[in-house]
C-alpha cells in the first residue's frame, strides 16, 4: 500500500521557532517494514525535518506493531525515517 494523510497527524502546537523535533503520530495497515522505507513519506516532505519523531502504528493481519522513529533525511521531495524502535507491550491480565 502507500502513504494516507488520514493516518498522519501532529502532536501539539507543533511550534518550529526552535530546533526541537515535532512530533506526529502515524496509523496505518501497512507492516512497519513498508512504513520505514525510504520514501514512504514523500508526500509529506514539506512537513517533515530531520530529527522530527514519528509514532508508527501499524495492524498487519490483525496483530498491532508499535514504533517510534526519526526523520533521518529528507531532500525535500525524497524523506527517509529510521528502522524505529520497537514498542513491545505486555498484557498479563
Known amino acids: 500500500m502507500a502513504f494516507d494523510s488520514v493516518g498522519f497527524a501532529s502532536v501539539g502546537g507543533q511550534s518550529k521557532a526552535g530546533n526541537a523535533p515535532a512530533i506526529y503520530t502515524y496509523s496505518s495497515a501497512d507492516a512497519q517494514s513498508v512504513i520505514r ?43 527517509d525515517i529510521t528502522d524505529g524502535v520497537v514498542v513491545t507491550a505486555t498484557d498479563t491480565d
Not at 43 to 69: N, R
Request: with cysteine; net charge neutral.
Open 37 to 79: 522505507a525510504s520514501g514512504y513519506f514523500n508526500t509529506v516532505a514539506s512537513i517533515l525535518k530531520v530529527g522530527d519523531i514519528v509514532f508508527c502504528y501499524s495492524a498487519t493481519g490483525g496483530t498491532p506493531v508499535m514504533s517510534t522513529a526519526y526523520v533521518n533525511s529528507n531532500t525535500g521531495t525524497v524523506v
